[in-house]
């Protein structure tokens, strides 16, 4: 989030703005210039290996999947390229140029800092998932105590926007931000919405300051994150919260589940996905370290509450067995997003080999014997007024 040439203000649309080119968020340009010092990783940065990967297809137009519905063109989709010269306009191209790895496409911009994918299947779980977050938080979408009307608030890591847009929708009278490294977003949302392309890893200069800063299932995401909280804190007006809202992984209270050893395929998945995440410098356990870290940020009043989403319908308890409905099917949707990038490009498995541990841990998955569960951990904390 460095700015590099003077600062251009996003055309007032009437719906989301999307900068894959030079736009001011306050005083601050959040996407570099091609070509600019800022493109480069930063130093202390480890992105998953991705350039000469055999298992690497082709680049794939965003233009090109508006068949198969993950991205329209910035024409009809309210999305604004701002063309301020040719540098900038190939970089609102090659964000758009997402790459296609066995079978799935990743991000382009800061290509492989995410391992995750973007394509549709997978916005079709993130939006599931936020479902699953409604049911857990009684149709909350944020649990910190804010008594104050809110009038900025920031998503980072938006992905598809869903929770952007209920939030903006829900109040009105805020100006919200999303941001992401893929322009997945939909055109058409509440005026009081913009979407940024944009590294949340980067430094920020952004002159205005929020009263709330939202962060949703970005473990796996960041390499530094006493450095995210530090200018997380920076970034609020005194008094004002920031909420984060992740998995700790999996558990289970009695036998039929162990994670270390691993008793199943499907806990034998998630050993070697956090594995492989650890390796490439992004804690999928980050979570549980939230809370001291926010603390020495600075940031008072830090709470954490934690939720239970099981594996399947195996509680007996309604709410639970509903939770555990949707908790299935993001889990077996998770399975592929969350292993291929990771043991491919890290531990150096093949497709196949990763497929043959997805099937067997999708029977796991299926068994109601296994009484596993996600753990879901809700921390928000107060910078002091
Ligand atoms: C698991 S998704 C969660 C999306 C959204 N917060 C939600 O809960 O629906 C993580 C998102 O973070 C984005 N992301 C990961 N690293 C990022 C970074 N360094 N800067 C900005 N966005 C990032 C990814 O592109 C992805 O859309």
Redesign the pocket.
């Known amino acids: 989030m460095i700015p590099t040439t003077p600062p251009v203000e996003a055309p007032a649309a009437p719906s989301a703005t999307i900068a894959a080119a030079p736009l001011t968020l306050g005083s601050a340009q959040l996407v570099p210039e091609q070509g600019s010092p800022t493109l480069e990783q930063p130093a202390d940065s480890s992105p998953l290996p991705t350039q000469s990967d055999p298992n690497v297809e082709d680049v794939v137009e965003a233009e090109e999947v508006v068949e198969g519905g993950y991205y329209e063109t910035d024409n009809d989709s309210g999305y604004s390229f701002e063309d301020t010269g040719s540098s900038t306009t190939s970089l609102a191209d090659s964000v758009k140029q997402y790459r296609r790895e066995n079978g799935r496409t990743y991000?382009s911009f800061?290509e492989g800092?995410?391992a995750?994918p973007?394509d549709e299947f997978e916005q079709e779980r993130?939006?599931l998932?936020?479902h699953l977050?409604l049911l857990s938080f009684g149709e909350k979408l944020f649990l910190a105590p804010i008594k104050k009307q809110i009038h900025n608030c920031l998503?980072?890591?938006?992905?598809?926007g869903?929770?952007a847009v209920d939030f903006a929708d829900e109040h009105p009278e805020a100006q919200v931000i999303g941001?992401?490294?893929?322009p997945?977003q939909p055109g058409f949302v509440p005026p009081n919405l913009k979407f940024i392309v944009?590294?949340?890893?980067d430094e920020w200069v952004i002159s205005e300051k929020f009263d709330l800063i939202h962060?949703?299932?970005?473990v796996g995401?960041?390499l530094n994150w006493p450095q995210f909280f530090t200018r997380a804190y920076n970034q609020l007006h005194p008094g004002a919260y920031i909420e984060l809202?992740d998995v700790t992984g999996l558990a289970c209270d009695d036998t039929t589940f162990t994670y270390d050893p691993p008793s199943c395929r499907f806990a034998e998945w998630w050993k070697l996905v956090t594995e492989a995440f650890e390796k490439s410098g992004r804690d999928m356990d980050a979570a549980v370290q939230h809370k001291e870290r926010m603390e020495a940020a600075g940031f008072v009043n830090v709470t954490v509450i934690d939720f239970k989403w099981p594996i399947n319908t195996w509680p007996r308890n309604k709410k639970l067995k509903t939770i555990g409905m949707w908790s299935k099917e993001n889990t077996l949707d998770a399975l592929e997003a969350l292993a291929m990038a990771p043991l491919t490009r890290v531990l150096k498995w093949t497709p196949e080999e990763v497929q043959m541990l997805l099937q067997g841990a999708r029977q796991d998955i299926e068994n109601e014997g296994i009484h596993a569960y996600w753990n879901i951990r809700a921390v928000y904390g107060q910078r002091p007024e």
């Open positions: 991000h800061r800092v995410y995750l973007n993130l939006d998932q936020h977050f998503d980072v890591g938006t992905g598809t869903i929770w941001i992401d490294l893929s997945i944009d590294d949340a890893e962060v949703r299932m970005m995401s960041f809202q």
